[in-house]
């Protein structure tokens, strides 16, 4: 049952972003970079009020319902805020320097990676 939650949240969160593109694609030039950072930011914002009432006891969240919100809408809107979240963990557990290596060595090899893809497949 936790699959399919995932699933259909994933597809809502999709829906959600591509929403995102269609509205600033409308108000802007171009939606790139102003899509993207307005998931990203937004998906970032959302994890963090989500975990935090977690943490703090005031919102009860099943496994279940967890997965949906978390894996699922959130992370079919963006996987960025899953990213911040590790890093917030990380952090928050005094782990500074693992959360600054997380930070750094994704972006980098994420930059990395989509450059050797992109003139791999030229």
Known sequence: M???GVALGGAVGSLARHG???LLAHFTARSTPYATATVNI???LVIGVLAG???SGRLHMTP????FVFVGI?????????????????AHG???GVA???VMAQIALGCLAVFAGYAAAR
């Open 2 to 4: 936790t699959w399919l």
């Open 20 to 22: 995102v593109n269609l």
């Open 42 to 44: 937004l998906g970032s």
């Open 53 to 55: 009432l977690t943490a």
């Open 64 to 67: 279940a319902s967890r997965a």
């Open 74 to 90: 959130l992370g079919g809107f963006t996987t960025f805020s899953s990213f911040m979240l590790d890093t917030l963990t990380l």
């Open 94 to 96: 005094r782990e500074q």
């Open 100 to 102: 600054a290596a997380n």
